[in-house]
């Protein structure tokens, strides 16, 4: 094909979108549809046109049509009838009526260098910063999206973006005086969760810069961002990790140095729950299918209407994940691995509200290892009340022993102090024992002496104390007893003990019991070794008369009051009443 004919081409007064993008443009322009035909051109454009072969129309065309296809400026180098044999050709896809594509031919070599400077620099720019950034976007003075680079973000399409407040799609964000797509002051690298298309969440580094207009007055922001979702899952899954091990050595030595083991399950239960941002939680100490076990908690309490779900989750299957009213539950049960043999020994429970964070994989695998720690220490907690027991208790009855006994009614006699209360101390011998010992055997004196505690337990209330002091003496501490209950209490108690005459053997000397009682008020202290030795004193007495009886002290001045007061107090034989003197009446 020969030199272009003009016959055809308009001139760019006649295609009003062209003149106005040529204003100011002192090179060739020609105006090319999508189909590659060149459909107008300025006056310089007409005359490159007269010069141009087919391969340089050709080359024009395709030029063209690669713009359009791409929907960007680009810029091509062309050979042919211009100075130095190719010029720089900028080409801009028209939208509109206008589509197609207006194609510049800077003809000068100085202009062409210069503009190819720039388009290179703008070029190189770009480039940067989407090696740098996932998307670069800008906000209007609304927080609006007007302009996105690329294909859009976040799984979103451009199209779907644009017009949209930047803050429909904020899920969490770092704490800022104004939304970080509103930046009023330059803001570098800062992390913004945003709800991805598909509904999981990312996080974008967030680069700002305020955009102020020529008065100085704020118009918008631009920025970009970089998904750095991965990373800081990363770095998540490593502080969980970090957590973990340091949560575990510190339950491991709590274990091992915790001078009492009574504390290790509190330490145990709010390290964790503070580790993975619980709001309460619970240990049941004992097999949560038993009749009975004990109960640690901490924080806020769990609803009473949740914990019959939750204790079924855990008998039933072992663990427990709940989603109830707001609330998410985890847990699982506790094994002794000190047996070897997997023994379910009691549970742990965490809670928390899902309005705050709610409990994810890694909040699982801590309470997982966290179980087994704990499970250590419900064992060796019981370990410790078994040894506790044994060192308090009576070898053969079960009941208290003497220094145990003593210890505990100490404390007492000094809350009885200041809340100004009282009680009575009860010094029990049991009458002809020896005599027992001696005729029928040692075993047949432990029976009574296992039965003698028996009928004590059963004449007492769970809050009282008893003791076994020595091979037939006991104590019991009564709480509450005043001095017009303690005639009943202590008939109570003989009529309790009478039926250990039914274990006799020896005729003559029948199995009964002396008892002394001596009475405390808080509201006049008196120190515990007087209280008793009055109850001691009391019981000889009714020793001395070698019949089953009791016999109340009379009442002790408080300590440094001097002597006490003369004898008046109520006792006999099987309840009868004596006189002062101890005859009875």
């Not at 998410?328 to 705050?356: H, M, P």
């Not at 200041?418 to 027992?436: E, F, P, R």
Request: proline fraction near 5%.
């Amino acid at each position: 094909m020969g030199p272009m004919s003009q016959a055809n081409i308009e001139t760019v007064e006649s295609l009003p979108h062209a003149l106005t993008n040529l204003v100011g443009f002192g090179g060739a322009a020609l105006v090319v549809e999508p189909s590659g035909e060149v459909r107008g051109a300025n006056d310089l454009g007409i005359d490159l046109l007269a010069n141009f072969d087919d391969d340089t129309v050709h080359e024009v065309a395709i030029a063209g049509a690669r713009a359009i296809a791409a929907g960007a400026l680009r810029l091509e180098r062309l050979n042919g009838p211009f100075p130095g044999d190719c010029a720089d050709v900028i080409i801009q896809p028209l939208v509109g009526r206008a589509a197609g594509a207006l194609v510049l031919i800077a003809t000068n070599p100085a202009e062409s260098a210069l503009r190819r400077a720039l388009i290179e620099s703008r070029q190189r720019y770009r480039d940067l910063v989407e090696a740098a950034s996932e998307f670069v976007w800008e906000t209007d003075r609304h927080g609006r999206f007007v302009f996105l680079s690329g294909s859009g973000a976040f799984g979103y399409a451009t199209r779907d973006l644009l017009g949209r407040l930047a803050t429909d799609f904020v899920v969490d964000a770092s704490p800022l005086p104004y939304p970080v797509f509103q930046a009023r002051d330059t803001v570098l690298q800062t992390d913004v969760w945003l709800q991805r298309a598909d509904g999981t969440t990312s996080c974008q580094s967030i680069t700002a810069v305020p955009i102020y207009d020529p008065d100085g007055q704020w118009c918008g922001t631009r920025g970009m961002g970089r998904d750095v979702t991965e990373q800081r899952e990363r770095e998540r899954a490593e502080k969980q990790r970090l957590l973990r091990d340091r949560l575990m050595t510190y339950l491991g030595d709590t274990i091992r140095t915790e001078i009492n083991p009574e504390k290790t399950l509190p330490a145990a239960l709010s390290g964790t729950g503070l580790a993975i941002g619980a709001d309460g939680g619970m240990i049941l100490a004992g097999h949560p299918a038993a009749a009975s076990y004990d109960v640690v908690s901490w924080g806020e309490p769990l609803p009473e209407h949740d914990f019959p779900e939750a204790h079924a989750a855990l008998v039933e299957q072992g663990a427990v994940d709940l989603l109830r009213g707001g609330l998410q539950l985890i847990g699982q049960l506790t094994e002794d691995a000190s047996a070897g043999d997997g023994r379910i020994n009691g549970a742990v429970l965490f809670w928390c509200k899902t309005e705050s964070r709610g409990f994810g994989d890694g909040d699982r695998a801590v309470l997982s290892d966290v179980a087994a720690q704990i499970g250590l220490a419900i064992a060796q907690l019981k370990k410790f009340h078994e040894i506790v027991t044994i060192s308090n208790t009576d070898s053969l009855t079960g009941v208290l022993n003497r220094r145990a006994f003593f210890a505990d009614l100490e404390r007492r006699l000094g809350r009885h102090m200041v809340a100004q209360t009282g009680g009575a101390l009860v010094y029990l011998d049991i009458n002809n024992l020896k005599a027992l010992n001696d005729y029928a055997g040692h075993l047949a004196g432990d029976r009574a002496i296992l039965t003698f505690a028996e009928l004590t337990k059963a004449a007492t209330r769970a809050s009282d104390l008893i003791a076994r002091i020595g091979g037939d003496e006991f104590l019991i501490w009564l709480d509450g007893v005043t001095a017009e209950s303690a005639p009943v209490r202590a008939e109570a108690l003989l009529l309790q003990m009478n039926r250990l005459e039914q274990l006799s053997v020896v005729p003559d000397r029948p199995l009964g019991v002396s008892i002394g009682m001596a009475l405390y008020d808080g509201a006049a202290p008196v120190a515990l070794d007087r209280l008793l030795a009055a109850a001691d004193a009391a019981m000889y007495r009714v020793k001395a008369r070698r019949k089953s009886g009791y016999e109340i002290a009379p009442r002790l001045l408080p300590d440094d009051t001097g002597p006490p007061e003369p004898l008046d107090a109520m006792a006999g034989m099987a309840g009868e009443p004596i006189r002062a003197d101890g005859s009875v009446e």
